[in-house]
């Protein structure tokens, strides 16, 4: 944008009364809710075209909430009805806001150019378009989906040759660091909250109004300014990629740990007491799972390719590469475990969701060990205490993952609680950290199983020594042979 369209665009809201937000998802949802909480005098409206997921926004019961968030209900207790609103009346809200957050979905593209790698912005697109037509008053529009870098160049293409006359808009990119499971908190207390703008008298009154917004309990210094390009890359590569990164290589680790008899709590440990390299993101685990990790990293990878750095391309592709064999290297180590062979027996699952406290289960590692286990021929009795039943089947009977429903539907169990998965199978298999996990009673649990009873942790919940005390063979993931059991060696 040129200094002269800023003149001709020259206006820009000059109170902010009313916001709105495209997309009730799991991150438009919990963002805009805790924005709601924390400033009463503004209008919070969060929009979707999918009429359900507003309904269950919209549940009496609380508890049927279409996210789970530790903390989430009360907020929306507390606020909905007051100053946030959920609806479906998409066009009023986006006229009436002076703000508009985009908070749509970015999938990986399953086709076209750049499919299985760059980011489908289709639902990006449609909103701006829709925002283009319907704006009848300047509005400040904010990335807060994770984007491509140089999204907001086309969405201010889209705004600019489909707006009214005279109506103008400034696009800030914002983007959410929000972890699942620990929303609420990330957003009552973020490390930073990112604003990214032009460098224009325009762009900078724009992040400055959205800045004022967050710092009523945001403290100033924890909220950044820099370009847009910066802002966009920022949350899709660098951030994302970066954990993802410390993840596969301590999962890397793990694996030789396994192999000589290290222990990979001892290493990460070890290891990130050095303040250069810090403690978080080293827990080794069957591998990591959720809708952000993968899908941003082979957009890293597109974009690499595209800016014709191949090395650069290949070297983020590994992070991928690494965290598919943990799964896989896992999940050959309980069928090597079970005497080479699980055809026919019955493994308990304990954990479906990606990570603990959330019902989420996009690119969760249980569905890859499904498939795998499937694909043995092993009968599967599955167990998470919040994602729903029929997303468990969903998920398994994804193309790509099962064949057929009826199958799938011989083959696995899907039950209500620890006991009713763990009676007469073989093996337990640890695939989220869930707290409850942690608090087993496993004297009760080897009762009930066949024996030898034998437990795989995929995400460090046991304690090894006590659960071999009981009578349990152990695999642990990163623990190397002297603390495993033995007789496997
Ligand atoms: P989601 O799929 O849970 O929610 C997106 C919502 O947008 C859906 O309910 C969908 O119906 C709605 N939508 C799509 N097109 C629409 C349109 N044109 N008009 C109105 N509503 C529309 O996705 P999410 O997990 O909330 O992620 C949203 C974005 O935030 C993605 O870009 C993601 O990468 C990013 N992000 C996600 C997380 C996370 O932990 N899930 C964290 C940070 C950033
Ligand atoms: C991630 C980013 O952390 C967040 O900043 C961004 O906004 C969205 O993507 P999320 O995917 O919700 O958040 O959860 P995260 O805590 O990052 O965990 C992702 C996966 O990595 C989970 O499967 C988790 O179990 C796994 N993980 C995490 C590990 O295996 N080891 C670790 O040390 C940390």
């Known amino acids: 944008m040129t200094g002269s369209t800023d003149q001709v665009n020259a206006l820009l809201p000059e109170k902010i ?61 507390e606020c909905r009805g007051r100053n946030l609103f959920f609806t479906t009346e998409i066009d009023r809200a986006i006229d009436e806001a002076q703000i ?68 103008s808009f400034q696009i800030l990119s914002n983007p959410e660091f929000l972890s699942e499971g620990t929303a609420v908190q990330d957003l009552l207390n973020p490390d930073r909250v990112l604003i990214g703008s032009l460098a224009t008298e325009q762009g900078n009154r724009a992040a400055e109004l959205l800045s004022e917004v967050y710092e009523r309990w945001v403290p100033k210094d924890r909220v950044l300014r820099t370009g847009l390009w910066s802002s966009e890359l920022t949350k899709l590569k660098a951030a994302n990629a970066l954990l993802a990164q410390r993840i596969s290589s301590i999962n890397a680790i793990s694996a030789i740990c396994e192999a000589t008899g290290a222990n990979v709590d001892e290493v990460a440990h070890a290891c990130g007491v050095d303040r250069r390299i810090g403690p978080h993101f080293l827990r080794a685990s069957v591998g990591f799972g959720g809708s952000c990790f993968q899908k941003d990293i082979l957009n890293l990878v597109y974009l690499s390719g595209s800016l014709n750095l191949p090395e650069v391309a290949e070297y983020w592709r590994q992070v991928i590469v690494m965290n598919e064999f943990s799964k896989a290297r896992f999940a050959k180590k309980v069928v090597q475990t079970l005497f080479n062979t699980v055809t026919a027996k019955r493994l308990a699952l304990l954990g479906f969701a990606f990570k603990k406290d959330t019902g989420d289960t996009r690119e969760s590692p249980a569905i890859t060990l499904c498939r795998h286990f499937r694909q043995e021929g092993a009968h599967i009795a599955i167990y998470d205490p919040k994602v729903p039943h029929s997303q468990i089947l969903m998920d398994l009977t994804e193309p790509g993952v099962a064949d057929d429903r009826k199958n799938i539907e011989e083959s696995i169990t899907i039950c209500s ?35 030898p009873a034998v437990v795989f942790d995929g995400r460090r919940v046991v304690d090894p020594r006590q659960l071999r005390e009981i009578g349990f063979r152990v695999h642990a993931v990163g623990i190397g042979p002297e603390l495993q059991d033995n007789v496997w060696v």
């Open 17 to 77: 009364t009313k916001i709105c937000c495209i997309g009730a998802g799991y991150v438009g949802g919990p963002t805009c809710t805790v924005l709601a909480q924390q400033c009463p005098d503004l209008v919070v409206t969060i929009v979707d075209v999918n009429p359900q997921r507003i309904a269950a926004w919209n549940s009496e019961n609380l508890s049927e909430l279409p996210v789970f968030e530790p903390g989430l209900s009360s907020i929306v207790g």
């Open 100 to 167: 508009v957050f985009v908070s749509v979905n970015t999938p990986t593209k399953t086709s076209g150019i750049g499919s299985g790698f760059a980011a489908d912005l289709r639902y990006v697109e449609a909103s701006t378009r829709r925002i283009a037509s319907i704006a009848s008053t300047p509005k400040i529009i904010v990335e807060k989906s994770t984007v491509p870098c140089r999204t907001a160049a086309t969405m201010r293409a889209i705004l600019e040759a489909n707006s009214k006359p005279g109506i």
């Open 417 to 451: 609680n620890i006991q009713e998965a763990c009676r007469d199978a073989e093996a337990v298999v640890i695939a989220t950290d869930w707290d409850e996990f942690c608090a087993i009673d496993w004297h009760d649990i080897y009762q009930i199983m066949r024996k």
